[in-house]
């Protein structure tokens, strides 16, 4: 099973930017198969996906964050980065990556083990 680290999160001004980075432990050839996810979970609420790049590049957001996240991967570096602009309050949340072989696992976050995530708050 492959573990992830995520890290980069913080404290930003509305309107700010942040970069997470979230690192794979498991091989290379491993990492580069996986679709990977970056996921929020904002106080009191369920955790949701807001950004996957597939394995080939391909990337997909949610509607909240088009415009204005991008997810990219180092497949030599065994990680995955979001980028983060114009954030707002509504930004506030604990970010998780996760990955799997099967992007269908990614898109509903069906995963059995979460790593302990990256906080980003957003407030003036």
């Known amino acids: 099973q492959v573990q992830f680290v995520e890290s980069g999160g913080g404290l930003v001004q509305p309107g700010g930017s942040l970069r997470l980075s979230c690192a794979a432990s498991r091989s290379r050839s491993i990492f580069e198969a996986y679709t990977m996810g970056w996921y929020r979970q904002p106080p009191g609420k369920q955790r949701e996906l807001v950004a996957r790049?597939?394995?080939?590049?391909?990337?997909n957001y949610a509607d909240s964050v088009k415009g204005r996240f991008t997810i990219s991967r180092d497949n030599a570096k065994k990680s995955v980065y979001l980028q983060m602009n114009s954030l707002g309050p509504e930004d506030t949340a604990v970010y998780y990556c996760n990955g799997a072989l099967n992007f269908r696992t990614v898109e509903i976050g069906n995963f059995a083990s979460w790593g302990q995530g990256t906080q980003v708050t957003v407030s003036s």
């Open positions: 790049i597939g394995s080939g590049g391909s990337t």
